[in-house]
Nanobody, 115 residues
């Protein structure tokens, strides 16, 4: 059974930082590309960033220079380091594993940026 479990969300002030984690089990993690998505209330889910199985990463323009995605293939974990957070970053953040036409999602973790 494939499971993706996100953690690390919470309430943070503007300008603050959070690090999200997504622990994956039930698949060969090192062979999967991983992505982070987010969905704000009333908006569509959007891609935040992705990292390939060999470690190459890209980020959405809205978070470039502020967010960094990384992975640890020993711990079966993908991370999203979020710095200089803004109120518009408030959303539920999801991780996704995908390869060979298959994709698996986590349940999401809430990030709220507010003073």
């Amino acid at each position: 059974q494939v499971q993706l479990v996100e953690s690390g969300g919470g309430l943070v002030q503007p300008g603050g930082s959070l690090r999200l984690s997504c622990v994956v089990s039930g698949l060969t993690f090192s062979m999967y590309s991983m992505s982070w998505y987010r969905q704000a209330p009333g908006k569509e889910r959007e891609l935040v960033g992705r990292i390939t199985s060999n470690g190459g990463s890209t980020n959405a323009d809205s978070v470039k220079g502020r967010f960094t995605i990384s992975r640890d293939n020993v711990k079966n974990t993908v991370y999203l380091q979020m710095n200089s957070l803004k109120p518009e970053d408030t959303a539920v953040y999801y991780c996704k594993a995908f390869a060979w036409g298959r994709e698996y999602w986590g349940q999401g973790t809430q990030v709220t940026v507010s003073s």
